[in-house]
């Protein structure tokens, strides 16, 4: 009786994805083929057949709730390693989401994107399911190692939880970048892509965040806006993607030599975000 | 029920330069009599273990004594031993700990000394991935070199963690000794009681609502065969050894025609807790985290340096609990 219900629910949750992308959708993400085992996943648990359902839900709000506008697509290669380096905002990671949405949904062919969890994600129950079939994997220079070496995209936040849950005065201003990144780019040649996501800032604007709430429950932040919930307001997202920039150098360099080249991806997506505001006529449309 | 299956492999070919005498420490247990099984007909084996060996095949000699007591050095003085395979480990959770904790680090102690004072060429230890322990912070894919955090929430593997350790401190210290130290992934099989394989042959099996870790299982046969691979000479180091590949527990538990029952994490603790003390269930509450986080090895290490592969397909060794 479950399994069925549950089949029966999968199947419909796959037409909505099908009908939300539009002609050809069907088809477009068919062309996903990640190797599979004869249950269907593949090592690390990603299910393309489970995404193309769960994903039917972001689908929408992609296409109907934050209508999200594409900018530069074309300059992420359609294989081979790559590094998306973004700017996170919104309380809650919807900008991740909304970045694999537009590779699933406006490239073609589509290509999945892995995106980085922090480690908590992993202790909440039905979110790390999703995430895990969803092909999303814990950000451990292990996994981000694996990944890069077998020609996949991974989409990294380096301002990580002080990007996300900054309050709504500082919006737009990035935060101090993470070095990771760089010694996995100059380890691996991977290129750098830096992304910017203008819309999500909005989405839900933290007054303040009450740290000692989130200190008990071991959240990440608890933000506290005018409705008192982290819920997003329909804002309007641009995605705007710049142009690989590929560094050289030992991955095992001082952080001064690091961070000078961290910098430098920090400017071109701060430029990226200037030039998005800029083009925005308005918020909500 | 049970659907047929291809019949399991043939016997393994032998491996080039297969020491001409095995001993074998805790083989009455149920993977010790599969290992000796696969063994016998290649090589002299001479079994050590406190309990009877069961359907005993004629040719293994089979010393019934305790590997703390001095008597286990007539197993070595009988007959040269070329090889030893240490599996003699007791891991029953309702066991006063320091009975089980005194068997597996004195008797492992004891094992390693008499091999270096015997001139034993070769010796495999067997340990287990869930040295590693399952954690939230896990990386995908654990390598040898991960340390062995399991302890900190499971008291119970802290045994094992010791013998790991112990026995790669011997590898360090005794380069004579080619020392192999052997870390399986989950094993199942027809015959193994292990908690792995009895959680898969509950028809209610209890999961943890909302959480669905991939799995990895090995066939106690293959696993098996690792251990006679592990035998190999010049092969000398730790090694994961991972079954036919990943799989999240659902499937395996649908695969299997189980009805899981998802029981919110707060309550499923504190029910396993109360039952595991009450002795209504063998499960130590904290194999809980088995169910709900990511305990996954990289096996490459070992099919790389041992040419290891397994026989059994994935569907074949989930349903081998049937």
Redesign the interface.
């Given at each position: 009786m479950a399994?069925d219900l549950s089949e029966a629910v999968k199947g419909r949750l796959r037409e909505w994805t099908y009908s939300l992308g539009g002609p050809g959708a069907r088809e477009r993400l068919e062309k996903l083929t990640p190797p599979r085992?004869?249950?269907g996943?593949d090592?690390?648990?990603f299910?393309t057949e489970y995404m193309v359902a769960a994903v039917a839900p972001l689908f929408w709000l992609y296409r109907k709730y934050f209508r999200v506008q594409v900018h530069g697509i074309e300059h992420v290669p359609a294989e081979g390693r790559a590094l998306l380096v973004g700017n996170h905002s919104g309380q809650l990671p919807f900008d991740g989401a909304m970045i694999e949405v537009a590779f699933l949904l406006d490239r073609d062919p589509p290509r999945a994107i892995r995106a980085l969890m922090d480690?908590?994600v992993?202790?909440?129950?039905?979110?790390?399911?999703f995430m895990?079939?969803c092909g999303q994997?814990?950000g451990?220079p292990?996994?981000c190692r694996?990944l890069l070496a077998a020609d996949e995209a991974l989409l990294v936040f380096p301002e990580g939880t002080r990007g996300l849950n900054k309050p709504f005065r500082e919006r737009y201003q990035l935060q101090r970048f993470g070095l990771g990144f760089m010694r996995l780019a100059l380890e691996s040649g991977a290129p750098v892509i830096p992304v910017a996501v203008v819309g999500a800032e909005e989405q839900a604007p933290a007054l303040f965040d009450l740290r000692p709430l989130a200190k008990l429950l071991s959240f990440p932040a608890w933000p506290v806006t005018p409705t008192l919930l982290p819920l997003p307001l329909p804002t309007r997202y641009h995605l705007h993607f710049g142009e690989p920039i590929t560094f050289r150098g030992a991955p095992d360099e001082d952080d001064e030599q690091l961070e000078r080249k961290v910098a430098e991806v920090e400017s071109a997506v701060r430029a990226l975000l200037e030039r998005g505001l800029k083009e925005r006529r308005h918020i909500f449309w | 029920m049970s659907a047929p299956f291809p019949s399991p492999p043939g016997d393994p070919p032998a491996p080039s330069g297969m020491p001409g005498s095995v001993l074998v420490t805790g083989i009455s247990g149920n993977l010790g009599r599969a290992l000796a099984k696969q063994l016998h007909a290649e090589t002299r084996v001479v079994g050590v273990d406190r309990r009877p060996f069961a359907g005993k095949p004629k040719d293994i000699e089979h010393h019934q004594v305790d590997l703390r007591k001095a008597r286990v050095e007539e197993a070595f003085r009988h007959r040269p031993v070329e090889a030893v395979i240490h599996m003699g480990i007791m891991h029953d959770p309702h066991m006063p700990f320091s009975e089980a904790h005194s068997f597996n680090l004195v008797g492992t102690q004891r094992i390693l000394e008499l091999c270096v004072r015997h001139g034993v060429r070769k010796v495999v230890v067997l340990s287990s991935a869930s040295v590693y322990g399952p954690r939230p912070e896990n990386s995908n894919f654990l390598e040898e070199e991960t340390p062995l955090m399991a302890a900190d929430r499971f008291s119970d593997v802290r045994d094992l963690i010791e013998l790991d350790m112990y026995a790669q401190s011997f590898m360090w210290k005794h380069p004579e000794v080619e020392t192999v130290i052997v870390r399986p992934v989950n094993i199942v099989g027809p015959t193994v009681r292990n908690a792995p394989s009895n959680y898969l042959r509950l028809e209610v099996p209890i999961t943890v609502m909302g959480f669905d870790p991939m799995l990895q299982l090995i066939h106690e046969e293959d696993a098996c065969r690792a251990l006679v691979l592990a035998l190999r000479p010049g092969l000398r180091g730790v090694f994961n050894v991972t079954g036919p590949g990943e799989v999240p527990l659902s499937m395996v538990l649908r695969e299997l025609g189980r009805r899981p029952l998802p029981v919110p994490q707060p309550l499923l603790r504190a029910m396993v807790r109360r039952a595991f003390q009450a002795r209504i269930t063998s499960f130590p509450p904290e194999e809980v985290d088995h169910i709900q986080y990511l305990c996954v090895v990289d096996g490459s290490r070992f099919a790389r340096e041992a040419g290891w592969s397994p026989r059994y397909t994935l569907r074949e060794t989930i349903r081998s609990v049937l």
């Open positions: 399994p085992n004869e249950y996943v090592p690390y648990g299910d480690t908590w992993p202790t909440l129950p039905f979110v790390s399911t895990a079939r994997v814990v451990t292990e996994n694996r | -």
